[in-house]
């Protein structure tokens, strides 16, 4: 029972270079979501989506892109990365009406 | 956007000891949710709690919601190294909207 899978687990980018952080969940939940945990912060929502092909800026969208292609996938962008967008991301999902959110276990990622 | 405020931020305790963890806000919950996180893992929920005065207890973990809906209290009794992690609380003004605090890391010394 895979729950929700964070791809990669682990990133170095240089400053300007740009990536994707993938994320598929298994539980076909409507919601997705995608934090950023930095510390002393706790989590930041970044986007959100609530059903396939849409999209929704949350707290922090500054300097990312999302994509819902397919129910099950959520994909995180980073278009020109910066050293302040070293932190450690990580997607959850959530069924409708339910503030209950699954995590994955998280992409870290360091911005040189 | 609500602000909640967990207090402390880090607490480091022996075994056997108790412990309370606090989330505060100025605002009312809907809900308010508790999760444990573990280095290297995503946090897993421990509990929801939604009626002012609720209390939950989970094994040696007791749970209680304010009166007023605006805090929430996380007992240890008798503390063990397995509980060692970051605790987080959680409030819902909705289905969608879910604000975290910063977190209260608890190491459980052997």
């Known amino acids: 029972n895979a729950g929700v899978t964070q791809t990669p687990k682990f990133r170095v980018l240089k400053t300007g270079q740009s990536m994707t952080l993938l994320c598929a969940q298994d539980m076909n939940h409507e919601y997705m979501y995608w934090y950023r945990q930095d510390p002393g912060m706790g989590l930041r929502l970044i986007h959100y989506s609530v059903g396939e092909g849409t999209t929704a800026k949350g707290e922090v969208p500054d300097g990312y892109n999302v994509s819902r292609l397919k129910k099950q996938n959520f994909l995180l962008g980073l278009e020109s990365a910066a050293p302040s967008q070293t932190s450690v991301y990580f997607c959850a999902s959530s069924s409708t009406g339910s503030p209950r959110r699954h995590f994955g276990d998280g992409t870290r990622l360091s911005i040189l | 956007t609500q602000l909640l405020e967990q207090s402390p931020q880090f607490l480091s305790i022996q075994e056997g000891e108790n412990l309370t963890v606090y989330c505060n806000s100025s605002?009312?919950?809907?809900?308010l949710q508790w999760y444990r996180q573990e280095p290297g893992e995503g946090p897993v929920l421990l509990v929801t709690v939604v009626t002012g005065g609720e209390v939950k207890k989970l094994k040696r973990l007791t749970f209680q919601f304010g009166d007023a809906r605006k805090d929430s209290s996380l007992h240890i009794t008798a503390a063990q190294p397995g509980d060692t992690g970051l605790y987080l609380c959680?409030?819902?003004?909705?289905?969608?909207?879910?604000?975290f605090g910063s977190g209260t890391q608890l190491t459980v010394l052997p």
């Open positions: 959680a409030a819902s003004g909705s289905a969608r909207q879910l604000t």
């Open positions: 605002s009312v919950f809907s809900s």
